[in-house]
């Protein structure tokens, strides 16, 4: 109950205004399209994982648009002729401590449904950890706090790249609807909803 | 994370099932006992990056911090507090008449430091430290040119500390030559951590060694063939350099005249461009006073959150002046006072009396990567 009071004081005191907030049911979607947001600082691969991912998928007829940003909220004056949002992908690369800033300072600006299966986050660089700023134990608490998966992946070589935007894509399908399963319930089976104290690995997607 | 206690009010995983509030109640026995690091007896509050909730998803975050969450992922888990003693309370500490140990040896050159595995089947005996002593020898003595029999002298020795604790000398000197030129000193040791190895095995986990490479890589080959472990260089990391700072800021002299500096080395990911090193001066007197002013005053230990928030400060004041985004760069040396420290395993200790507080650090490190802390703390 204290920690409840604390919040209530810490909400007064944040500078998010409700509608600066990304809302995914805001706008009607539009039959066999989908539109994915990647968010990441600069020299995080987005536009190169934009074009593996648009790439990857011109021959599924989906129609993919991809928008990318450096920073939320997005800028007011794009608001209605931005289309839906369907997914969103933030993007933390674990050489650049700016990149990891930037996403926690931005998933503030993304409303709570988009964290039911409609967001993920991507660490790239995860193997070569002598470069590394950020631990890979921050990114897990971050990605813990709000429950959301990440996927590791590499965003040098071409190879790894489309694997990469492969694993986005069949996400991004299911948020856009083209798999008539809701992406809450792909969510879900990616986790084990046990309490015991012992846990394997949970996101073996 | 310690927010649990809230009553959650939108219980995402089951969206089938109403929301109880007695669910996240029973987790926060669970979560305390993952609390309990090495170093801290006191839970913590919120670390830094939590303080901001958002107004979307911090009701999210709340209802859902199951302690099992916080288990899976890497074995490196960073304290939340350690023990940076200041200057004061050592000299208070060594109340006992002893010979305090010599640590001269240690201070003032520059020190390649390893971290080793636990050692098996050791006897620090006379005896045994002269089998090791002649065993070092002739595998020194393959080192060494053809007919060159053996230009090497070793002397393997085991120095007692006040608290009991025992570390390993080994000495490599050139017959040729007299003096330190050519010749190899290295500590093997362990400063702190309560863990008990398993039976017939020794935790030294600081290796510390000072003279030409050739001799150092001998030397690791040796003991790594001896003892059945695995000697690897000590990397540190960015935050590992930060503790190292810390202490360096607390037990800085400020008395002294001349100007002292602060200095940070940045690995600039440029290279192309050119710029491949930025490095950072401040005067220790603002650095010093900006820390405490950060650290709550009285205590000696430092939270992880305090120097975080450190970091945060210098990383906005270099944007706000210099445009610069620090938090891009790497940190790769820390350069303060009392010690050097390097990315690449490398210390420098300017002072003999720091030399304690400073091995009780580097030790720390070299118990968080050890296999033993790493199994201990999973099986808890």
């Known amino acids: 109950l204290k920690m409840a009071a604390e919040e209530e004081e810490n909400l007064d005191v944040s500078d998010v205004q409700p509608e600066e907030i990304l809302r995914p049911f805001n706008k009607m979607p539009v039959l066999n399209t989908a539109t994915v947001l990647l ?36 800028p007011e004056e794009n608001t209605d002729t931005r289309p839906r949002i369907d997914y969103i992908v933030f993007i933390i690369d674990l050489t650049n401590g700016h990149s990891f800033s930037t996403v926690e300072s931005a998933v503030q600006y993304v409303d709570v449904e988009y964290f039911l299966g409609r967001a993920c986050f991507v660490v790239t660089n995860a193997k070569s950890t002598s470069d590394q700023c950020v631990e890979m134990e921050e990114v897990a608490r971050l990605a813990d706090m ?39 319930l792909m969510d879900l089976t990616c986790r084990q909803l046990s309490f015991q104290d012992e846990q394997t690995e949970f996101y073996t997607d | 994370m310690p927010e649990d206690i809230d009553t959650p009010d939108h219980d995402a995983s089951t969206p089938g099932t109403t929301v109880s509030p007695d669910s996240p109640g029973m987790d926060t026995t669970t979560s305390d006992t993952y609390r309990n690091t090495r170093f801290a007896a006191v839970p913590r509050a919120t670390p830094c990056e939590e303080g901001r909730t958002s107004l ?53 050159c520059s020190l390649h430091v390893y971290h080793v595995t ?36 070793t002397a393997v020795a085991v120095k007692e500390n006040a608290d009991d604790r025992f570390a390993v000398e080994i000495i ?13 000193y290295s500590v093997l040791c362990n400063m702190e951590g309560e863990e008990t190895p398993p039976e017939h095995f020794t935790l030294l986990p600081l290796l510390l060694m000072k003279g030409p490479v050739t001799l150092q890589n001998a030397v690791v080959r040796w003991l790594e063939q001896r003892f059945d472990c695995r000697v690897c260089t000590m990397f540190l990391q960015p935050c590992n350099l930060l503790w190292a700072m810390a202490l360096g800021l607390i037990r800085a002299d400020t008395h002294k005249a001349k100007q002292q500096t602060l200095d940070l080395h940045f690995d600039v990911p440029l290279k192309d461009v050119g710029l491949s090193k930025m490095s950072l001066e401040i005067p220790i007197k603002h650095a010093r006073s900006l820390f405490t002013s950060i650290a709550q005053d009285g205590e000696n230990d430092i939270q992880l959150e305090e120097l975080c928030l450190f970091r945060q400060v210098m990383e906005t004041h270099m944007f706000e002046y210099f445009r610069i985004h620090v938090d891009t760069m790497k940190l790769s040396l820390v350069a303060t006072p009392v010690l050097y420290a390097d990315k690449n395993g490398r210390l420098k200790i300017l002072s003999a009396d720091h030399v304690p507080a400073v091995l009780r650090m580097m030790t720390s490190f070299a118990l968080e990567r050890s296999p033993i802390t790493m199994c201990s703390l999973g099986s808890k």
């Not at chain 1, 989906?62 to 990318?68: I, S």
């Not at chain 1, 040098?156 to 992406?183: F, H, I, M, Q």
């Not at chain 2, 620090?124 to 007919?147: E, P, Y």
């Open chain 2, 172 to 184: 490599v000197k050139r017959k040729d030559t007299t003096g330190r030129a050519g010749s190899l």
């Open chain 2, 118 to 153: 636990p050692l098996y089947r050791c006897r620090w005996d006379r005896a045994g430290l002269k089998q090791l002593s002649d065993g070092l020898t002739l595998h020194l003595a393959q080192l060494g040119t053809v007919g060159d029999s053996s230009m090497y002298r």
């Open chain 2, 56 to 108: 979307s998803a911090s009701r999210l975050n709340r209802t859902f911090q199951r302690s099992y969450l916080q288990r899976r992922y890497t074995p490196y888990r960073t304290p939340r507090i350690r023990k940076v003693v200041s200057s004061t309370a050592d000299r208070t500490n060594t109340s006992e008449v002893t010979e305090p140990a010599d640590y001269r040896g240690l201070a003032r």
């Open chain 1, 146 to 184: 709000y429950n959301t998966m990440y996927l590791c992946g590499g965003m040098e070589e071409d190879s790894e790249r489309t694997y990469l935007a492969g694993r986005v894509l069949r996400l991004v399908e299911v948020s856009a609807g083209r798999k008539n399963v809701s992406p809450l």
């Open chain 1, 39 to 74: 968010v990441g600082s600069h020299r995080t691969g987005k536009m190169a994982l934009a074009r593996a991912m648009v790439d990857a998928c011109a021959d599924t007829g989906l129609k993919l648009q991809v928008r990318t940003t450096t920073s939320l909220p997005l």
